[in-house]
């Protein structure tokens, strides 16, 4: 790899190697070693898989759990300071397993832009191997094992590398808060085909605090020193943003809300209401097809079953399917066309009131 490569990995993932083979080697899968010899990225991959598990448990217990003493009604002389945790194991795994699935880790894969660095053998070149999301996956893992071998594990390192890496709490965002660091991702991707690109900094300031005399002045002063870390957000053919935080991921999700609140000032932001303005069954397969070739989502779908009412007619089902979104919408018809316009339209005002949602939310 070359310097920049590795510079543009270190910041997209917010960690600044030592060793910086041990960041490349991350990138090499067996193929391109059983060519050319040198060690691949399986067993970091393996080392990271643990890391993974370790750091979204600590996630989700510090997310949704508590000690017993952190309540307003507790009573020490009464009751024991347990631990409790908003949630049952069975709702916890479920949560675990939303975040840590393949699907998940290649998507942020993707939306950091990291597959294309890969180092593969021919074989896996000529299979274009690097879109399967499987080994997204595996590259994931390595990237994360390769930060466990060369911070000596340290936690709070781990912790702030798997948080810019996977977005947890983007991916588990309630709809009444609007997620900056995906609106920006999305916004930079539709308009330019790029990805937005961030460099991390540690700061510190001191902070002092005191008690006060009779006379008004201070008395047994204290200060501390406290440390913060700041993003820079660069954004092609834009300015910088700047945000800071008390983590990496607070930073990122700062500087996003500076950069996306400009772009929303300056009219910048495009929407499916301005792509669409008359939305119509009759246009509605061209009208979503017209969306996704600008970006705002993947070719829609279509599934179709036939069947028959008690007379013998057919009867066609449509199901429209969008791969970034859960929903899908059914129509039955008497035609197979007339099924799938029914369905594409369903979707498309789903997709204009859930676009009109969200921006309720952001005001």
């Known amino acids: 790899m070359e310097q920049k490569d590795l510079n543009f990995i270190q910041d997209q993932i917010a960690y600044q190697f030592t060793n910086l083979d041990l960041l490349q080697q991350a990138f090499v899968r067996r193929s391109y070693s059983e060519e050319n010899g040198g060690e691949d990225n399986e067993v ?55 975040l840590v699935q393949k699907k998940t880790l290649a998507r942020r894969m993707d939306k950091l832009g990291l597959a294309e660095y890969l180092i593969m053998g021919k074989g896996d070149i000529s299979k274009r191997v690097f879109e399967e999301d499987s080994v997204k996956e595996d590259l994931f893992e390595a990237i994360l094992g390769a930060v466990a071998l060369d911070s000596g594990w340290d936690i709070s390192e781990l912790d702030d590398v798997v948080k810019i890496m996977l977005a947890p709490d983007s991916e588990l965002r309630d709809n009444n808060s609007p997620d900056y660091v995906g609106l920006i991702q999305d916004w930079t991707g539709k308009t330019n085909g790029t990805i937005p690109l961030y460099h991390f900094e540690e700061k510190s300031y001191r902070s002092g605090y005191g008690s006060y005399n009779r006379s008004n002045l201070v008395i047994n002063r204290t200060e501390v020193e406290k440390k913060i870390f700041e993003c820079c957000l660069k954004i092609d053919g834009l300015s910088e943003y700047r945000g800071v935080g008390d983590s990496k991921s607070e930073a990122r999700e700062a500087a996003c809300k500076v950069a996306y609140t400009y772009l929303k000032e300056h009219n910048l932001i495009n929407s499916i209401k301005n792509e669409i303005r008359y939305p119509n069954k009759a246009e509605a397969i061209n009208q979503l097809e017209t969306l996704a070739r600008r970006g705002y989502f993947s070719i829609p779908t279509y599934k179709f079953k036939e069947e028959y009412d008690k007379n013998g007619n057919p009867i066609w089902q449509c199901e429209c399917h969008i791969k970034e979104k859960e929903k899908y919408f059914l129509s039955k018809y008497s035609s197979k066309k007339g099924s799938k316009k029914s369905s594409a339209f369903k979707m498309l005002m789903y997709l204009l009131e859930d676009e009109e949602s969200m921006n309720d939310r952001e005001d």
């Open 44 to 98: 970091l991959e393996f080392i990271g898989d643990k890391v993974l598990d370790f750091i979204v448990v600590k996630y989700l217990t510090e997310k949704y759990g508590y000690f017993l003493s952190e309540c307003d009604d507790f009573d020490e002389n009464e009751e024991f300071d347990e631990f409790a945790t908003d949630y049952q194991e069975d709702r916890l795994t479920e949560i675990k397993k939303k």
